[in-house]
Each structure stands twice: as C-alpha cells, then as structure tokens.
C-alpha cells in the first residue's frame, strides 16, 4: 500500500500494514483485538464469522501498525465464498506483512497446508508464523508445534521471517509479536491520527455487532444464511443535550421463510435477546444510548444472487 510522503513524519518512524490469516477459529480476530486493546475485530466460537475486513491500528511512539482482519480462505461453494476468497487474496497483495495463526492445541492439518501453499505463491511479503492460544498447550506440546511449523513453512518453499507463540487470552507475547511486525514496515509517516483504532465504518461495525449476537446459539447451518444490514443510524431529535439517543434501524436478513423461527425464537424471545446484547455491545462501541429497532426479513438465496449481494454489501 502507498504511504503518504510527508516531511513532518519523526526520523526512523515506520508504518504500514499487516493482516493475521489462518483456518477458521485460529484466532485472528482475539489477537487483532489484543494488539489493539479494544474490540474492534468480531470473535466468535463459530467459524467464519469476519466477513468484513476490519482494521485495527497499532500505535506506537516510533511506529504504527494497521491491522487488516480478513475472511478465512476456504474451498468456495457459493458466489460468496469466491467473493470472500478474492477478499483474502486482494488483501494478501497489498500488505507488508502476513501473520500466520496457526493454534498451539490444533495438529498442523491440511487446510494448513492449503494456505501455505497460497502464501507461498506471495513471494515478496515477509511472513510471520503465530502459534496461538498457548495457554491452552502444553510445554512440550507447544515446543513439538513450533517444529511442525517450522517444517510447514520449508515443505511449501519459503521460510518463515520469525515464528512466534502468543496467548491473545493471556496477553502472552503478545507485545512481542508487534515488536517482531514493526520492522517489517517501511519507513514513513503515520497512516493515521492518533487515537484512531479502525477506520472500518461505524455502520459496519454495528451491522458486524448485530450480526454477532444474532449467531450466538444458532444452529451450525445459519451463519452463513444471516446478513445485517444497518438502513439508519440518527440522534433522536428534541432530545436534552446531556440525555442524547441514537435510534439505529437495521435489518437482519435470512434466506428461507423456515429460519425465520430460529432467529426470532417462540414470542419473539430469541430476537429480544438478540437486540438487547447488540444493543450494549454498539453502546460499548460508540459511548452513546441506543434505540436499536431491528427486523426481520427474507431475502431468498442471497447467497448466489449477485444482485441480492451487492445490496447485502458484498
Ligand atoms: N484459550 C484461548 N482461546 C482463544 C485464544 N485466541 C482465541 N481464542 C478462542 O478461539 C475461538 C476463535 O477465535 P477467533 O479470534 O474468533 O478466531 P478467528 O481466526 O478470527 O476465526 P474466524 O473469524 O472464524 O476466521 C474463540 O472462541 C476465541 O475465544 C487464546 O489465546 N486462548
């Protein structure tokens, strides 16, 4: 990616851009969230759930790190998955650096393989193996892994820039590992201001909220039938200043009339339940009260109607 040229950036300052990839669940998203200390990136225990690249950014005195949260790479089925696999790649192209999480608890496998075989066709970014979750290895555990990593990176033709295990739970080298990035980075301004975690869209990032709790607890089929889509996010009007309220109407969308009731749940309960755990979770987010009025619809197999996916926003 470009960097700005400015004459204002500290002498040996670096910045520049780095993504985690992995197989589903490796835990890109719970380490983008500790390197940046907040949640920005949307974790679940369900596999597949970061659809949007989210970006966090790393600040530091002498350098910032934006961190670029992709899709996992899978074998495509629908119109989406290609989508989302193009994603990964147009990603992979752009940035100074790749972390590899691979989980300390979890035998190097073939789905493995498959992406190290991918990056390793992207020959000129360094690449940085990550052995998470280590809280959940043994030592000698955790030691065989570091060898099967290793030989994982010689068997698909490249070597690893460094190998590094981290505990995203414990906070575990996690320091580290940005220690490790940084001199990866060219040389060159901040990218942006201080402060700033992510430049994603507030609107994204709730839709992702929504999303988020809409999946927890659903059936494994689901998560991929389920978009959110944010219409509308206002201050309530005629509101005290001191008492303010956003009123954020979103649609969640599902592609069969059927799953109607498993998202809505008897009485409506599930969805209740759904609306108020997004609704303090966007609260969290944005440091204001909220109004969330959020609906259900069907939007049939939306999954393989590009039009459908472009209003989706994919
Ligand atoms: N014990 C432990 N669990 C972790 C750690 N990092 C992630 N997890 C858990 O592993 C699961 C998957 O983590 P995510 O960060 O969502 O994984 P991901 O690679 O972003 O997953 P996708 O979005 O599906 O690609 C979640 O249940 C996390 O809580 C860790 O350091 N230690």
């Given at each position: 990616?470009?960097?700005?040229?400015?004459?204002?950036?500290?002498?040996?300052?670096?910045?520049?851009?780095?993504?985690?990839?992995?197989?589903?669940?490796?835990?890109?998203?719970?380490?983008?969230?500790?390197?940046?200390?907040?949640?920005?990136?949307?974790?679940?225990?369900?596999?597949?759930?970061?659809?949007?690249?989210?970006?966090?950014?790393?600040?530091?005195?002498?350098?910032?790190?934006?961190?670029?949260?992709?899709?996992?790479?899978?074998?495509?089925?629908?119109?989406?998955?290609?989508?989302?696999?193009?994603?990964?790649?147009?990603?992979?192209?752009?940035?100074?650096?790749?972390?590899?999480?691979?989980p300390a608890n979890?035998?190097?496998?073939?789905?493995?393989?498959?992406?190290?075989?991918?990056?390793?066709?992207?020959?000129?970014?360094?690449?940085?193996?990550?052995v998470?979750k280590t809280d959940l290895a043994e030592r000698?555990a955790l030691?065989?892994q570091?060898?099967?990593?290793?030989?994982?990176?010689?068997?698909?033709?490249?070597?690893?820039?460094?190998?590094?295990p981290?505990?995203?739970?414990?906070?575990?080298?996690?320091?580290?590992?940005?220690?490790?990035?940084?001199?990866?980075?060219?040389?060159?301004?901040?990218?942006?201001?201080?402060?700033?975690?992510?430049?994603?869209?507030?609107?994204?990032?709730?839709?992702?909220?929504?999303?988020?709790?809409?999946?927890?607890?659903?059936?494994?089929?689901?998560?991929?039938?389920?978009?959110?889509?944010?219409?509308?996010?206002?201050?309530?009007?005629?509101?005290?200043?001191?008492?303010?309220?956003?009123?954020?109407?979103?649609?969640?969308?599902?592609?069969?009339?059927?799953?109607?009731?498993?998202?809505?749940?008897?009485?409506?309960?599930?969805?209740?339940?759904?609306?108020?755990?997004?609704?303090?979770?966007?609260?969290?987010?944005?440091?204001?009260?909220?109004?969330?009025?959020?609906?259900?619809?069907?939007?049939?197999?939306?999954?393989?109607?590009?039009?459908?996916?472009?209003?989706?926003?994919?």
């Amino acid at each position: 990616m470009s960097i700005p040229a400015s004459s204002s950036a500290p002498a040996g300052h670096r910045s520049g851009f780095a993504c985690f990839v992995g197989r589903p669940n490796a835990g890109k998203s719970t380490l983008t969230n500790a390197l940046v200390g907040t949640k920005v990136a949307i974790t679940s225990n369900r596999p597949q759930t970061t659809r949007h690249t989210v970006r966090g950014i790393v600040h530091r005195p002498e350098a910032q790190l934006v961190l670029v949260d992709t899709p996992g790479l899978h074998k495509p089925r629908t119109l989406l998955g290609q989508r989302l696999n193009d994603v990964v790649r147009a990603t992979w192209a752009e940035v100074d650096a790749i972390g590899f999480c691979l989980p300390a608890n979890e035998k190097v496998g073939p789905g493995d393989r498959f992406i190290a075989g991918e990056l390793a066709q992207i020959r000129r970014t360094p690449k940085v193996a990550v052995v998470t979750k280590t809280d959940l290895a043994e030592r000698d555990a955790l030691a065989e892994q570091l060898i099967a990593v290793d030989r994982l990176g010689k068997e698909a033709g490249f070597e690893w820039a460094e190998i590094v295990p981290v505990s995203a739970v414990s906070g575990a080298q996690v320091e580290l590992l940005a220690d490790l990035l940084v001199p990866l980075l060219p040389e060159g301004p901040p990218l942006y201001p201080e402060g700033d975690l992510t430049d994603e869209p507030e609107q994204v990032m709730v839709a992702e909220l929504i999303r988020e709790a809409a999946l927890e607890g659903v059936r494994d089929e689901l998560p991929h039938s389920i978009a959110v889509v944010v219409e509308e996010m206002l201050p309530r009007e005629d509101r005290p200043a001191d008492r303010p309220l956003l009123d954020i109407h979103a649609n969640l969308f599902i592609e069969r009339p059927s799953q109607k009731g498993i998202v809505i749940g008897p009485k409506g309960a599930r969805l209740k339940h759904v609306g108020s755990t997004a609704r303090r979770q966007i609260e969290a987010l944005l440091g204001t009260p909220v109004f969330l009025d959020l609906h259900v619809k069907v939007a049939k197999d939306w999954q393989r109607d590009p039009k459908q996916l472009r209003r989706l926003g994919f």
